[in-house]
């Protein structure tokens, strides 16, 4: 690795001053995304400001019934918790469905939402890629791209964010807690990761000298029905192809409302208000979910490699959808989609 | 939590840093040491402390041959600075035994041949360690989902599995 100066920041405060003070520093707390992308020159930072030790570790039930989780929460941490695997079982499902047991105890609640993509291209420093070298080029979209994205492209950028667990807070409607020298503010789920255009360099809406403090989750949680199903080219411990999150509240048969979330596929998780609209006082069926699965895909566009991403995705909506009215969820461990 | 946003190259004009003095209690021994920050958990542990029972694989998080128990619980050791674990106590492969018998996994292993180069064996073990302590696995099927995080390329995953559900058995 290259080499760095180390600091551990004391308080949040703190924190924010270190990091600026010094443009090129980054932050750091689980670090199993920052370090293997130091490992392979992709991050270059001077200075690491560790964070992981701020007391940012708690989870707690808000005055309106709601829950802000730390930042540093670890993320077994958060998906083992009573209150969210009873609350909130999509966000557990989710998490348990990324990365491997070593990695979701060290990976951070704040540092899942600002992993980077795992784009061929952008970890190969032999290519061009407009995320990691602004205006050299995209090499995904005449490269090999199986793994891109279908949504919310644009002509410098096609990388997917890798996340589980952001596509259960997207549909859940989560609040992202942050600071910075201007204080404290908010930025909902939906606006926090950006869509490439043309500064595919910029994840986030996150400022340079921003730190992320807590998550928040609204007081529904969409526990009877509710279902998060990955789809992967192994079994287990790989990054989606396509992910769905679906959570449904139900009168009867009859959806009153609805929340479905895409992973794999967008350079950020995916929602579409018009294909959760299209499901309103319908009855639960494959019908409703077909039309809602036409809607989430509007626009859709394959690179080549990904064109099966579409199919794959439309079928796996039906199925997440079919599952969550059932109040049958997706297995983690029994892999075969009923 | 890594910065969010620009990517661009940054000219590097930091000076090498000194080297800085971490406490480890590893094994249940307290270790002093001097690490640069870039050194990993994994590169400490068999470069200065020579616990070579730590395996090397990938070197990136993907292999699990690398886990170590931090404060009781796995991680890859190979994604883990050294220095953001001062104060921290390290179970690796080496401190399982306890007065000359093996860790009931350990013992597992050897009854079940769930191993055959070796080479994953130290990840593998310590990463069932982690499992059992967990308590969230009970079948075979959530033992597989669990224990993902470590690949044996010689294909014991079977006997692996044999073995976890005899120590569990067991304890």
Redesign the interface.
């Known amino acids: ?6 600091a551990r920041a004391n308080d949040v405060a703190d924190a924010i001053k270190q ?1 600026a003070a010094d ?2 520093a ?14 392979y020159d ?7 400001i ?3 030790h701020l007391p940012l570790r708690s989870i707690e039930q808000t005055s309106t019934g709601g829950v802000l989780i730390g ?1 540093m929460v670890p993320n ?1 941490d958060l998906a ?1 918790h009573p209150m969210i695997e009873e609350r909130y079982p999509l966000l557990a499902r989710a998490i348990m469905s990324g ?5 979701r ?2 990976a ?1 609640t ?2 899942n939402l ?3 993509t795992r784009c061929f291209y952008f970890y190969d420093t032999a290519t061009p890629c407009n ?4 205006g050299s080029g995209c090499s995904a979209i005449d490269g090999v791209n199986r793994i891109n994205a279908v949504l919310g492209t644009s002509q410098a950028c096609i990388a997917t964010h890798p996340s589980d667990m952001c596509v259960a807070l997207a549909a859940l409607d989560a609040t992202v807690h942050v600071a910075g020298p201007a204080g404290a503010r908010t930025i909902a789920f939906a606006d926090f990761h950006r869509l490439p255009g043309n500064t595919p ?4 809406n ?1 400022e ?1 000298d921003e ?2 403090t807590a998550i928040e989750l609204p007081p529904k949680g969409f526990s009877a029905n509710y279902s998060y199903l990955k789809i992967r080219d192994r ?3 790989a990054f989606a192809l396509v992910s769905v999150a679906a959570a449904l509240e139900l009168d009867g048969d009859t959806i009153k409302e609805a929340r479905l979330a895409l992973g794999g596929v967008a350079h950020k998780p995916w929602r579409s208000s018009a294909a959760e609209a299209a499901l309103l006082g319908k009855r639960a069926d494959a019908t409703a979910f077909a039309q809602a699965a036409d809607w989430l895909l509007h626009g859709a566009k394959g690179y080549g490699h990904n064109n099966f991403k579409i199919g794959l995705a439309r079928r796996a909506i039906v199925r997440t959808l079919g599952q969550a009215a059932r109040g049958m969820p997706q297995s ?3 892999k075969k989609i009923r | 939590m890594a910065r969010s946003g620009t990517a661009k190259r940054v000219t590097r004009t930091a000076s090498v840093p000194e080297k800085i003095p971490i406490r480890l209690t590893v094994n249940g021994n307290q270790m002093e040491l001097r690490v640069a920050p870039w050194t990993t958990l994994l590169d400490a542990l068999r470069d200065h402390l020579d616990l070579t029972g730590t395996k090397k694989g990938c070197d990136h998080g993907q292999c699990g041959a690398c886990t170590v128990l931090v404060d009781g619980r796995r991680i890859s050791s190979c994604l883990t600075l050294a220095v953001m674990k001062e104060g921290a106590e390290i179970i690796t492969i080496e401190g399982l035994a306890r007065d000359g018998v093996l860790h009931p996994l350990q013992q597992a292993f050897i009854d079940q041949d769930a191993f055959q180069c070796g080479y994953c064996t130290s990840g593998q073990i310590c990463s069932g360690v982690g499992l059992l302590a967990e308590g969230k696995a009970r079948t075979p099927n959530e033992i597989r989902e669990l224990m993902s995080g470590n690949i044996c390329r010689c294909g014991a995953y079977p006997n692996i599995v044999a073995a976890i559900l005899q120590a569990m058995e067991r304890s």
Do not use: C, H, W
Request: glycine letters at 6%; proline letters at 7%.
């Open positions: 690795m290259i080499p760095f100066q180390y990091i443009p090129s980054k932050f750091i707390a689980g670090g199993t995304n920052l370090i293997d992308l130091i490992k992709v991050e270059e930072p001077t200075r690491l560790d964070i992981s930042a077994t083992y990365a491997s047991q070593q990695l105890n060290m951070s704040g540092g600002l992993q980077r995320k990691r070298e602004p360099q910029r994840d986030t996150l340079p730190i992320i079994l287990s411990y983690l461990s029994d």
